[in-house]
């Protein structure tokens, strides 16, 4: 997982993003507080936006660029819904918002003083028909304890798995206290609180699949590509839906096989194996057992208590 991963995607046409460093530009006069950018960019208020960025950002785009970019973008736009807002690193928070449609999105990272160094508004596709089919079961998140999404959500701004069907509902959930996922030395798995604790069965079932073999990633940031879920679990919960639980501890789980699991049982610990970048729970269910082929079809998880977290939100189990 990379909580940065769709911010380093590169410059589309109407993609605006300005580098993530600069000097603050923090105006102070009729200042636009962050969660009203969104009436501010509709009602194309793009010059009060424009003094807002920061003097890196001002060097990218003009202000008639902006204006003009933005004014297109708008169009059969009559609201941008406020989706979620989520700590980055220090001193930078992502919004992000939807049209009314689901086909459009605006995000913007700022700094704590509420100058704006990053500005996307780009098309994106949902897929309407998969994201109205639940899962038969009712599946707790896989954890004790209160963790954060750092992906999750139907759409690609809130889920980078979202385009691929084989993922498309994924979780990827990390801990987080004071806006780190760590303390201490970042490049020690050791350091990331969520190493090492505790996964659960996320319903009752049978396990149909393990792998214990696959080392932890070191240093972290490192990511293991040719075996992208790291070490696993696959437990098959009856109703055609199969979870997968990835990227845990070298040699943790503690299932085999056949064996037979109840909604909450330690199955292993956290680790960061596989297509990792530092230590979280990758969590999906779908309609086969097969990860391999990436044929299986992700299904959008029924939870308990009928919470659906997205991205930059806390769940407990």
């Not at 950018?37 to 660029?65: P, V």
């Not at 206290?177 to 049978?206: C, F, I, M, R, W």
């Not at 501890?249 to 292993?268: H, L, R």
Request: with cysteine.
């Amino acid at each position: 997982m990379n909580i940065l991963k769709r911010l380093s995607a590169g410059i589309i046409p109407i993609v605006c993003l300005s580098l993530l460093i600069g000097c603050s530009n923090s105006q102070g006069v009729n200042k636009l507080e962050m969660k009203q950018l969104n009436e501010a960019f509709l009602q194309g208020d793009f010059e009060r936006i424009y003094n807002q960025l920061s003097e890196e950002f001002r060097k990218e785009i003009s202000l008639t660029d902006l204006q003009s970019a933005g004014a297109e973008f708008n169009k059969g736009v009559t609201e941008y819904v406020f989706q979620t807002s989520l700590p980055i690193v220090t001193n930078l928070t992502q919004y992000i918002w939807h049209d009314q449609s689901r086909t459009k999105n605006l995000t913007a990272l700022a700094d704590d003083a509420g100058t704006i160094v990053g500005l996307i508004f780009e098309p994106i596709t949902t897929y309407p028909e998969t994201d109205r089919t639940y899962t038969k079961n009712t599946y707790q998140m896989p954890i004790q304890d209160e963790w954060l999404t750092g992906w999750g959500g139907a759409s690609e701004p809130l889920n980078y798995h979202y385009p691929h069907e084989s993922q498309r509902y994924a979780y990827d959930l990390v801990i987080s206290h004071d806006n780190l996922t760590y303390q201490g030395d970042k490049e020690a798995n050791e350091s990331y609180y969520a190493y090492g604790k505790a996964v659960v069965a996320p319903a009752d079932g049978t396990v149909v699949g393990v792998e214990v073999n696959i080392q932890d990633n070191h240093p972290v940031g490192t990511m293991n590509a040719k075996n992208p879920f790291g070490n696993y679990v696959i437990i098959d919960h009856g109703n055609e839906e199969y979870s997968v639980i990835g990227h845990m501890q070298y040699q943790s789980a503690s299932v085999k096989v056949g064996d037979q699991v109840k909604q909450g049982d330690v199955i292993g610990l956290c680790g960061n194996s596989g297509n990792s970048s530092e230590a979280h729970i990758h969590f999906q269910v779908q309609n086969s057992p097969d990860i391999a082929s990436g044929n299986a079809k992700s299904i959008r998880i029924r939870l308990n208590n009928d919470v659906e977290p997205i991205r930059g939100q806390f769940i407990k189990p």
